[in-house]
């Protein structure tokens, strides 16, 4: 009998959404539950995955817990975020409410470059500090893993700031993170009438400076390090995309794209034919882009957040992309102005009806197909050799996640095999 430093078991439900690749088509429908499950531990990681009777035969534990018939289930990964921020867009949120789009505001020194401003100003103590309060409220909601973008900086040096909070958070907290380059998220004030000009300086200098950081810090050797582009009316035309996303390739960054949010500019045909890992929002790309989708290797991310936030009616059409074969992913984009929520429940919530994906597609999307759309094999999933991060649900039903909104259902988070602590580790 082997030891192992943790035992769970009498799980009603042990849902493991296991898959080598991204999900599709109707393997999304497939949570991959165990009746009677049970998983042992070692060094942080699932050792054994079966029934209760399977594991507790072949392993035993000073440390055991009974789920006395809960869901057990993998922490939910978010691959699309912007935490890393000073100040909020409070006075936006009403200005929303009174009918303002997010492009007017944008447009009118809002939006984006408000949170700019505020996040050049901040000390990057300052931002830590408020960073490892969000990874708080999304770690009590579940998620284990999370994608951090920077993007608020928009200048080398503010956007390295951001990179150095992003170490420290993930130094400090919990939470896995998975770090992006995103200083093409906006013009910047001093570039408003020259947006050539900006993008030269990201591809001249900022991705070179970004890398040379990546090397130097704790995330190189551990996993991808992405480039990540706002193809949008507003913000980065096609064509500046397609630079700033090939001299990011040619550094050796893995690459990301919002598209699609709001008008389609070609970003996804772009995207998916650079390689993208994942391709982001998708609320107007095409059916031709569509199909390119479904036969690439590129995951397409939906995010309800941002439509619920803005009080819409349109959300991207993620019931089109499952069902044309596409990989999909959700997140909540956590940030300030179009999504402020850190609830991977309550996004999976959001899809489940507006966009019509059924409890065990959101959760596939929010567990293992957002872990391939951020380069991790360690997360997403419960199977042997990977990072043991679970939860325990006070539910016995893992589709209650999806069906109960406005509160929160995990009971526990465990965390590489041991309690997970808010706040510093």
Known sequence: MQNADLIIHNAGQLVTCASSKPKRGAAMLDVGIIAGGAVAVVDGKFAGVGTSAEILAAFQSDKTIDAEGRVVSPGFVDPHTHIVYAGDRLNEFEMKIKGADYLEILTSGGGIISTVKQTRAASTEALVERGLSRLDKMLACGTTTVEIKTGYGLDTVAELKMLTVIEELDKSHALDIVPTFLAAHAIPPEFRENSEAYVNLICDS????????????????????????????????????????????????????????????????????????????????????????????????????????????????????????????????????????????????????????????????????????????????????????????????????????????????????????????
């Open 206 to 425: 900022m991705l070179s400076a970004a890398w040379k950081w990546f090397v130097g810090s704790d995330f190189h050797g551990r996993g991808p390090f992405f480039c990540d582009v706002f193809c949008e009316k507003g913000a980065f035309t096609l064509a500046q995309s397609k630079k700033i996303l090939e001299t990011a390739k040619s550094l050796g960054f893995k690459l990301k794209a919002h598209v699609d949010q709001f008008t389609n500019l070609g970003g996804s045909r772009l995207a998916i034919a650079m390689g993208s890992v994942s391709i982001d929002h998708l609320d107007a790309i095409s059916d031709e882009e569509i199909a390119l989708l479904a036969k690439s290797d590129t995951i397409g991310m939906v995010i309800p957040t941002e439509n619920f936030n803005a009080g819409k009616t349109e959300f991207a059409n993620a019931r089109k992309l499952i069902d044309s074969g596409c990989a999909v992913a959700l997140s909540t984009d956590y940030n300030p102005g179009s999504a402020p929520c850190p609830s991977q429940p309550m996004a999976m919530a959001i899809a489940c009806r507006y966009q019509k994906l059924s409890p065990a597609e959101a959760l596939n999307a929010a567990t293992i197909n957002a872990a391939f759309a951020i380069g991790s094999d360690k997360a997403g999933s419960i199977e042997i050799g990977k990072s043991a991060d679970m939860l325990m649900l006070d539910s016995k039903d893992y589709r209650a996640i999806a069906y109960e909104f406005g509160g929160n259902l995990v009971k526990d988070v465990i965390k590489k095999g041991v309690p997970a602590v808010l706040g510093r580790i």
